[in-house]
């Protein structure tokens, strides 16, 4: 028997923008998502954009008996900063009943609130700003904060600024999958920078307002493995990781940007714009906790063609073939447990062996009603075998030191996702999309048994 900590967090983790619906409704302004889609609805799979959820916005008090009756005992969402502060000052009424409401039927049902405040959904009226790229949605994004720490504080503990920052930077200023849909590698540093300001603030206020619990972040990590052990690929692989997750992680956990990352952007004449007291406030507001999005590695070797300055991260490393390696059939992913234990390690080495939980980990699997019984039931042997090596590599790391709390999947009912829509199932629950039925799959039933063990056999 593999057993985890006393409290272990067992549970799973979905966004607003993914769950609510009412994306128009009760107040709320508009995203940047529901802009995109109004706009260009066939950029999105099956032309779903993000009216199509599970539509938590009616259903919590239901879902929060669900969550309950696989004996989840934490969830993690976030808050539509869009619906609580339409226009960036004034407090819409309806979503303050709604959050609290919302919090307070988690709370009753025995499950912890982990509440985020950012989940890759922009305000549209900030964006006509300029969005991340313009200071002022550092400023915006404070005064945000410290009013959800102000009317939610006494029913959150545990609060994180952001989900995935690296994302939203990479999306929407490298690859083109998130609005604004562009291609510059200079603006992606200045987003990234104003967006790690805006957390900073964040983590400011809520250690100023001397807020009770805790605050952190929520980052994607994919260890980089180099596919050789060239002194070329090596440092691909180096820069990788320094690129992708050392330049969030250490200014959140350490307080310090990287030596070497100010070096490579000042070669690069790619260094952002900074304040004076930036790095100084950066120094003292670390986090309390981090959260790790953890699906799979990526796998790296030095780059064949170099432009001097930069133009695009394929500047310092390339992605290749990764014929040989276990794949995810039914969402082309990679298949790596063994990077959890990596992550640990490097959290508890590397890291001050800050407390950290895993905040999201699961498997997409395309068409799944394929795998669906005569009882109507998604029998998903692929996805228990997946969570079930990911936690034993993740028990692992804890038995060698490293101060784990958690374990969240993604995610708890299945999700509409950003441009892909419902092309990949995640959930305990499969969503019907005909009537917003919720079924529990196989893996749900596996789950629970888990969270009663507080382990693994
Ligand atoms: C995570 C994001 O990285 O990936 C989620 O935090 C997203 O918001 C999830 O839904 C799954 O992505 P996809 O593209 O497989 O549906």
């Avoid at 609805?41 to 599970?54: A, R, V």
């Avoid at 879902?63 to 009756?69: G, L, P, Q, T």
């Avoid at 919090?103 to 609130?113: A, C, I, Q, T």
């Amino acid at each position: 028997m593999k057993t985890f900590p006393k409290d272990f967090l067992w549970g799973a983790a979905i966004s607003a923008p993914q769950s609510e619906g009412h994306g128009s409704l009760n107040g709320k302004s508009p995203s940047t998502w529901d802009k995109w889609y109004e706009m260009n609805p066939e950029k999105f799979s099956k032309n779903q954009g993000p009216e199509h959820t599970s539509n938590m916005y009616e259903t919590y008090c239901e879902d929060a008996k669900r969550m309950n009756a696989i004996h989840l005992n934490s969830f993690r969402t976030s808050i539509a900063w869009t619906r609580l502060l339409p226009d960036g000052k004034t407090v819409n009424s309806e979503a303050v009943a709604f959050y609290r409401s919302y919090f307070n039927e988690l709370r009753s049902n025995g499950v912890k609130p982990i509440i985020n405040l950012f989940h890759f959904d922009m305000p549209w009226w900030l964006m006509k700003k300029g969005g991340w790229e313009a200071r002022e949605s550092v400023e915006a994004f404070a005064f945000y904060a410290n009013t959800c720490f102000e009317l939610f504080g006494d029913l959150v503990e545990l609060w994180t600024t952001f989900n995935e920052p690296m994302v939203h930077v990479e999306c929407g200023y490298l690859y083109g999958y998130h609005y604004p849909a562009i291609h510059d590698l200079k603006k992606a540093i200045q987003v990234g920078f104003h967006t790690l300001m805006a957390h900073t603030l964040a983590v400011k206020s809520f250690k100023e307002g001397k807020y009770s619990g805790q605050i952190g972040i929520i980052l994607n990590v994919s260890p980089c493995y180099p596919k050789s052990q060239s002194k070329e690929d090596l440092e691909a692989a180096q820069l990788a990781d320094l690129l992708n997750t050392k330049s969030f992680l250490d200014p959140t956990v350490l307080g310090t940007i990287p030596e070497n990352l100010i070096e490579l952007l000042a070669a690069n004449e790619l260094l952002p714009k900074v304040e004076t007291n930036d790095l100084n406030t950066i120094k003292k507001n670390t986090v309390d906790f981090i959260g790790m999005n953890y699906y799979q590695p990526r796998r790296v070797q030095a780059p064949t063609k170099i432009n001097q300055p930069a133009l695009s991260p394929a500047d310092f490393y390339e992605h290749y073939d990764w014929s040989g390696k276990k794949i995810n059939p039914y969402r082309g992913w990679e298949i790596y447990p063994e990077a959890l234990y990596d992550v640990a390690l490097m959290i508890k080495n590397e890291y001050k062996n800050i407390a950290w939980y895993v905040s999201e980990n699961g498997m997409g699997v395309a068409d799944e009603e394929r795998f669906m019984d005569q009882t109507g039931m998604i029998q998903d042997d692929y996805r228990i075998e997946f969570m079930q090596e990911h936690l034993a590599q993740l028990h692992k790391g804890i038995e060698a030191g490293s101060n784990c709390f958690g374990y969240h999947s993604w995610t708890f009912i299945d999700c509409w996702s950003w441009l892909n829509g419902y092309k990949n199932r995640y959930g305990f629950y499969r969503l019907d999309l005909e009537n917003d039925q919720r079924t529990l799959k196989q893996s749900g039933h596996w789950f629970k048994e888990v969270v009663d063990r507080n382990g693994l056999i």
